[in-house]
T-cell receptor, first 110, second 114 residues
Framework: QKEVEQDPGPLSVPEGAIVSLNCTYS??????FMWYRQYSRKGPELLMY????GNKEDGRFTAQVDKSSKYISLFIRDSQPSDSATYLC??????????FGTGTRLTVIP | DVKVTQSSRYLVKRTGEKVFLECVQD?????MFWYRQDPGLGLRLIYF???????EKGDIPEGYSVSREKKERFSLILESASTNQTSMYLC?????????????FGEGSWLTVV
């Protein structure tokens, strides 16, 4: 079983839609949860970081962690064409490495 | 802002060539990483380093070596490039402690081995 499972998509939505991206994980030792955004032919950039269960909001983006279900989500409100990218979830234990999902490719259609 | 710079963005090399991929970070981070990213496989850790001259194998170290002679610089070496090493290579760095579990990535190096 992979440490982290993420639906690869692709996911296409119209501009203005609410987008929900999800990951499940198996390691209950994970303490840190992150979402990265990766544009085509670019490196991943950190989008959201959270340490605990619950919600964290930053503008149009909300990260949600449910440790009891080992489930994390990223919600994008009022999606824009500029949100078109691959979104990677990542989890860490506090040790050196992070465990990444394979990424979900999102296209927002104008 | 943290800056991780990979000097070579696009390279084409022949089978059997020795390849060097260079990475520099400007935030005095202790930890540095090399990943490769392939469609459907996601990010896979090749090697990481938690201090100068220290290195640890990741998930897929075979066919690769690394060098960290200075804190800010971490090099990935393909001793004898093969076609199955065609990939995007990502360098990353991370501080130790606090919210330092966050990893910052470079822009990536696209390597094609022919």
């Amino acid at each position: 079983q992979k440490e982290v499972e993420q639906d690869p998509g692709p996911l296409s939505v119209p501009e203005g839609a609410i987008v929900s991206l999800n990951c499940t994980y198996s390691n209950s030792a994970f303490q840190y949860f992150m979402w990265y955004r990766q544009y085509s032919r670019k490196g991943p950039e950190l989008l959201m970081y959270t340490y605990s269960s619950g919600n964290k909001e930053d503008g149009r983006f909300t990260a949600q962690v449910d440790k009891s279900s080992k489930y994390i989500s990223l919600f994008i409100r009022d999606s824009q064409p500029s949100d078109s990218a691959t979104y990677l979830c990542a989890q860490g234990t506090g040790a050196n490495n992070l465990f990444f999902g394979t990424g979900t490719r999102l296209t927002v259609i104008p | 802002d943290v800056k991780v710079t990979q000097s070579s963005r696009y390279l084409v090399k022949r089978t059997g060539e020795k390849v060097f991929l260079e990475c520099v970070q400007d935030m005095d981070h202790e930890n540095m990483f090399w990943y490769r990213q392939d469609p459907g496989l996601g990010l896979r850790l090749i090697y990481f380093s938690y201090d100068v001259k220290m290195k640890e194998k990741g998930d897929i170290p075979e066919g690769y070596s690394v060098s960290r002679e200075k804190k800010e610089r971490f090099s990935l070496i393909l001793e004898s490039a093969s076609t199955n090493q065609t990939s995007m290579y990502l360098c990353a760095s991370r501080a130790t402690g606090g919210s330092g579990n966050t990893i910052y990535f470079g822009e990536g190096s696209w390597l094609t081995v022919v």
